[in-house]
């Protein structure tokens, strides 16, 4: 075979490639995919290496020989249409075998067709099956000194029923059989944030005087330097010591429920891509590959496939709730608190009437009863309307009122504050077709700072950024009920 590649190269190339492979009766695939699955939704994710001039469709049934020409006849069989990778298949059974096809068609017409993948959610891992795992993982955002409590960490970023994970907890849970690719994403071991984790040891934090425990991620490869005292999975994870800073691995009993990152969660509202010199283009863009508008939610949401319970903007997926917690349609002119049907958490919307959460009431953060770092903080700072004017008397209030219904509302943590930020909007940055009256300004967290006692995150809705101030500040406050 010879290919000249002069003159419109990439084309021509192309071109001669595809017309030698027909010649010569080669049957060419799609690229394999991937899939994330979401058992808990009862949905997938898939995606693959996407060629920007190439469609794709997907076919899913529960035949292991279905004829995709001829889906309608299979059991379940359905087809979804110039999809894009990112893609979620939704409405799947637990514990119940599908097979999915991807088929990719060139500019030409001509088209490929890869091999049935089988999928299955397993309902070992939904959550509120019988059978879901005891212990969930989950590691801190923040570093935190050597010596500084590895349980005041994990309390103050995950909630009272939050514990330091202990490394034979790891290796029961790798025994057990359940996906380290969940582990992994929940402990966000990953090079974003980092591939290692202070643990306990049999419930010991240090080694020796000063080397406390630790896990890193080796994936198999382990540097040569490095002291292994145990390890799984072929040093897949292994257990070391030393002095150094390190972020927390934290575990919660039970069901998972907690006040730390949710097992469902937003995706960042950003449903467009770049070119690295115009924001606002459409997905994908020829060579910007693996853009945050070309996964996730928002791209579903963006492409039409994704299924949700209410509405919103890009892949948020939000209910109105009246006076009583009773749901609304999203054509309601008037609501009093709004769920997140991704992460479950139930969310006050301010007003403008003046009075108790009217969104000029500032307040400072006074936290005498949840995590603090040892200072509760500065009791009526701020400015308002109904209540002392802390975060801690506004709580007191709003649940003696009992606000939708309910009487368990709270100051939000750092995470499920930034959970509701929408990422491509600023000046504020956040659906405002359901929470109205949100001013571009700084809201409260529960999250106390590692930086010092005197300290706590907040979340600045001009733009969705967070960062901390002095407890003796003021700022608004959005309260929060579910999670915990």
Not at 112 to 125: M, N, S
Not at 223 to 235: A, K, S, W
């Amino acid at each position: 075979m010879d290919i000249q590649a002069d003159g419109y190269a990439g084309h021509a190339v192309y071109e001669q490639i595809v017309d030698w492979l027909q010649e010569e009766d080669v049957q060419l695939k799609p690229p394999s995919p991937e899939f994330e699955s979401d058992a808990s939704q009862g949905q997938v994710t898939m995606r693959w290496d996407q060629r920007s001039d190439w469609t794709y469709n997907v076919f899913v049934s529960r035949d292991a020989d279905c004829d995709v020409r001829n889906y309608t006849s299979c059991t379940e069989g359905r087809m979804m249409a110039d999809v894009v990778s990112g893609v979620t298949i939704g409405d799947l059974d637990r514990d119940v075998d599908y097979y999915v096809v991807l088929e990719a068609k060139d500019e030409q017409g001509n088209a490929w067709l890869q091999d049935a993948k089988k999928i299955r959610l397993d309902a070992a891992h939904g959550d509120d099956d019988e059978t879901d795992r005891s212990t969930h993982f989950f590691g801190t955002e923040d570093t935190y000194a050597h010596d500084f409590s590895r349980a005041d960490a994990c309390v103050a970023e995950f909630g009272q029923d939050a514990r330091v994970a202990d490394w034979y907890e790891v290796v029961a849970y790798y025994e057990d059989g359940n996906s380290m690719t969940e582990f992994f994403q929940d402990a966000r071991l990953n090079s974003e944030y980092g591939r290692s984790l202070a643990v306990l040891r049999d419930g010991e934090q240090y080694f020796s005087s000063s080397r406390t425990y630790f896990i890193s991620r080796h994936d198999g490869d382990v540097p040569g330097t490095y002291l292994v005292h145990d390890e799984i999975g072929g040093n897949l994870i292994s257990l070391g010591s030393w002095h150094n800073d390190r972020r927390v691995l934290c575990v919660v009993d039970g069901d998972g429920a907690m006040a730390g990152p949710a097992k469902r969660l937003n995706d960042t509202g950003i449903d467009w891509c770049v070119d690295g010199d115009t924001n606002n283009l459409a997905c994908p863009v020829a060579g910007y590959p693996g853009q945050d508008g070309d996964f996730g939610r928002d791209a579903a949401a963006r492409d039409g496939n994704l299924e949700k319970v209410g509405d919103g903007a890009a892949g948020f997926d939000f209910t109105k709730l009246d006076a009583n917690g009773n749901s609304l349609p999203a054509s309601a002119t008037e609501w009093s608190c709004v769920r997140d049907n991704v992460t479950g958490l139930i969310w006050e919307v301010k007003t403008t009437d003046g009075g108790l959460r009217d969104r000029d009431n500032t307040y400072s953060w006074y936290q005498p009863d949840g995590p603090n770092m040892g200072n509760p903080g500065t009791q009526n700072g701020g400015n308002c309307v109904g209540s002392n004017c802390d975060t801690h008397g506004f709580v007191q209030v709003v649940n003696d009122q009992g606000l939708c219904g309910a009487n368990d509302w709270r100051l939000p943590t750092r995470d499920e504050l930034r959970s509701i930020a929408h990422q491509g909007r600023t000046n504020p940055a956040i659906d405002e077709a359901y929470f109205p009256n949100t001013r571009s300004s700084h809201f409260w967290s529960a999250s106390p700072s590692a930086g010092g006692s005197d300290r706590a995150w907040f979340v600045n809705f001009d733009f969705g950024r967070d960062y901390w101030h002095f407890k003796s500040f003021t700022n608004r406050v959005r309260l929060v009920r579910g999670g915990q």
